[in-house]
């Protein structure tokens, strides 16, 4: 069965920092993708980045990049110039098996950021 | 990005009351959307998969007869809580990707918070 799993209850970094949130997944599909999600305190989810399984390179997206190592299994987020907006909680996901609009998404635990001034 | 609107964003019934919870897609066609509940300081853990015209996929332990759960046209799914009871208080989100076959990000609804008093 899938899982995602997401080592860093929480997190306390100082503005301006780098900061690289931790996850790492199971899967026995050869197809699939992950994701990392945004939840600010409002409750909503805020999309960040997607990496495919067979993306050769890491994804980018502005200050966010995922650290994609096949191998091990792991995604990692890494927020460069953390903002004191960046402080929310933060979860990895991944979709199970051959890309669909049907394919189910499951969720890491997450990681609860707090940036210091 | 594609938008998914919830409503409402938040509701407090009595205990034995039935709630229903809407789920939109404003600017795309959703033939499936998805369902999840999130606990305080946890993940998110889904429910069922809503299929357009069909019955809905329950994941393993969800009341299929306490979770109701609609799909009758391409952009609207609606979750009704049946008989509610306290522990039913949760956050409820729901989710839908542009479809049919996408590897993109799943687009979430702002999350309906459900109290029962």
């Known amino acids: 069965a899938q899982k995602i799993t997401q080592t860093q209850p929480g997190m306390f970094v100082q503005e301006k920092e780098a900061v690289t949130l931790d996850c790492t997944y199971d899967?026995?599909?050869?197809?699939?993708?992950l994701f990392w999600y945004k939840q600010p305190s409002s409750g909503e989810m805020i999309f960040l980045i997607y990496?495919?399984?067979?993306?050769?390179q890491n994804a980018t997206e502005g200050r966010y990049s995922l650290n994609f190592q096949k191998a091990r299994k792991s995604a990692n987020l890494v927020i460069s110039a953390s903002q004191l907006g960046d402080s929310a909680m933060y979860f990895c996901?991944?979709?199970?098996?051959?890309?669909?609009?049907?394919?189910?998404?499951?969720f890491g635990s997450g990681t609860r950021l707090s940036i210091r001034p | 990005g594609a938008v998914v609107s919830q409503h409402p964003s938040w509701v407090i019934c009595k205990s034995g009351t039935s709630v229903k919870i809407e789920c939109r897609s404003l600017?795309?066609?959703?033939?499936?959307m998805f369902w999840y509940r999130q606990f305080p300081k946890q993940s998110l853990m889904l429910m069922a998969t809503?299929?357009?015209?069909?019955?809905?996929?329950?994941e393993q332990g969800v009341e299929k007869d306490k979770f109701l759960i609609n799909h009758a046209s391409l952009t609207l799914s609606t979750l009704t809580v049946t008989s509610a009871h306290p522990e039913d208080s949760s956050f409820y989100i729901c989710?839908?990707?542009?479809?049919?076959?996408?590897?993109?990000?799943?687009?979430f609804g702002q999350g309906t918070r459900l109290t029962v008093v």
């Open positions: 996901a991944m979709r199970e098996g051959r890309y669909s609009s049907a394919s189910k998404i499951i």
């Open positions: 990496q495919g399984s067979y993306d050769e």
């Open positions: 899967t026995s599909d050869q197809s699939y993708g």
């Open positions: 600017d795309f066609q959703a033939t499936t």
């Open positions: 989710s839908a990707r542009v479809g049919p076959n996408t590897n993109t990000e799943a687009f």
């Open positions: 809503s299929n357009e015209g069909s019955k809905a996929t329950y």
